[in-house]
C-alpha cells in the first residue's frame, strides 16, 4: 500500500510563506510525476503544480506562478511545495498526489493539509 503524508501547513499572514512537505512511503510504485492540488470551500479542486520525478520538469497553475515553487528529493521519496508572498485566496486544503503514468490520472492521494491565509 503506498501512503502519501502531507504536512506543513498552518495560519499565515498574507505576503508569508509556508512550505508543504510530502513523503511517501509504502510498497514500491513506478512514479512519473508528483502533483499539488488544493481545494477551497465551495470550489473544486483544482491543479497547483507538478514535477516530473526522473528530470524534474516542473509545471505551474497560473495562479501561483512565480509565487510556488514545487521540487523534489528522490532520495527521501519527499516533493515540496514553498509557497511565498502568500494571497487569501490561496487558503484551501492541499493535497499531493502521485502519478504513475502519463497516461494515467493521479491515483494516489494524502489526506490534505490545512493552508490559511489572513489579511
Known amino acids: 500500500q503506498v501512503q502519501l503524508v502531507e504536512s506543513g501547513g498552518g495560519l499565515v499572514q498574507a505576503g508569508g510563506s509556508l512550505r508543504l512537505s510530502c513523503a511517501a512511503s509504502g510498497r514500491t510504485f513506478s512514479r512519473y510525476a508528483m502533483g499539488w492540488f488544493r481545494q477551497a470551500p465551495g470550489k473544486e479542486r483544482e491543479f497547483v503544480a507538478a514535477i516530473r520525478w526522473s528530470g524534474g520538469n516542473t509545471d505551474y497553475a497560473d495562479s501561483v506562478k512565480g509565487r510556488f515553487t514545487i521540487s523534489r528529493d528522490t532520495a527521501s521519496n519527499t516533493v515540496y511545495l514553498q509557497m511565498d508572498k502568500l494571497k487569501t485566496d490561496d487558503t484551501a486544503v492541499y493535497y499531493c498526489?502521485?502519478?504513475?503514468?502519463?497516461?494515467?490520472?493521479?491515483?494516489?492521494w494524502g489526506q490534505g493539509t490545512q493552508v490559511t491565509v489572513s489579511s
Open positions: 498526489a502521485a502519478q504513475r503514468a502519463p497516461f494515467l490520472q493521479y491515483d494516489y
